[in-house]
């Protein structure tokens, strides 16, 4: 079972490069999202999906775009790529879209740096 | 608009002392709430979940939590603490407020360090 996977797991960018960081399940879930987390501020939701061509925005959304063509992949674009970030972000997917307080799965994480 | 809060960002104990991590919410209608665990460089990880069974839930590696709608709080315990047992641990928080779809919202995390 590879469940969430996310690729790159690190990777390094100068400011207003841009880049995709990818994000594929292989549970058949219908919602899926991505998070950041910053040291003392947990994990903020960025963008979510709750089907394929479904896409809103979470807390914290600005300088990133998402696109949900198909039910197992979510890529995240940072257009121009800026240091405010910096951060770890984690790929979430789960089971329907009316929640029951089903399990969020999430990937391993992958480290982004700005420079 | 729901919310998390833990109380202490660090917290130590001793090997076999209890481990008590503290998560107080706020939701406008009834919550679904979740405690995570993250080791070093890895994701999160499930540990157990309360979707208004039973208030007393059992997780996984020996730990529960009670949720006390009276105090709004859903505290993480383990009798005794373990080595293997530190790592950073978050409370979320998600309901059906948003056209009911799961969003979920984290606390800050406590970080738990074992004293051997």
């Known amino acids: 079972n590879a469940g969430v996977t996310q690729t790159p797991k690190f990777q390094v960018l100068k400011t207003g490069q841009s880049m995709t960081l990818q994000c594929a399940q292989d549970?058949?879930?219908?919602?899926m999202s991505w998070y950041r987390q910053d040291p003392g501020m947990g994990l903020r939701l960025i963008h979510y999906?709750?089907?394929?061509?479904?896409?809103d925005q979470g807390e914290v959304p600005n300088g990133y775009n998402v696109s949900r063509s198909t039910t197992e992949d979510f890529p995240l674009r940072l257009l121009s790529a800026a240091p405010s970030q910096t951060s770890v972000y984690f790929c979430?997917?789960?089971?329907?879209?009316?929640?029951?307080?089903?399990?969020?799965?999430f990937g391993e994480g992958s480290w982004l740096t700005v420079v | 608009a729901q919310s998390v809060t833990q109380l202490g960002s660090h917290v130590s104990v001793s090997e076999g002392a209890l481990v008590l991590l503290r998560c107080n919410y706020s939701s406008s209608v009834p919550p679904y709430l979740f405690w995570y665990v993250q080791y070093p460089n890895q994701g999160l990880q499930l540990l157990l979940k309360y979707t208004s069974a039973a208030t007393l839930v059992k997780g996984i590696n020996g730990f529960e939590a009670e949720f006390k709608k009276s105090e709004t709080s859903f505290h993480l315990t383990k009798p005794s603490a373990h080595m293997s047992d530190a790592a950073e641990y978050f409370c979320?928080?998600?309901?059906?407020?948003?056209?009911?779809?799961?969003?979920?919202?984290f606390g800050t995390g406590t970080r738990l360090t074992i004293i051997p």
């Open positions: 979320a928080v998600s309901d059906l407020s948003n056209f009911g779809n799961e969003k979920l919202t």
């Open positions: 999906s709750v089907g394929a061509g479904i896409t």
């Open positions: 549970m058949n879930h219908e919602y």
């Open positions: 979430a997917s789960s089971y329907g879209r009316r929640s029951s307080g089903n399990t969020i799965y």
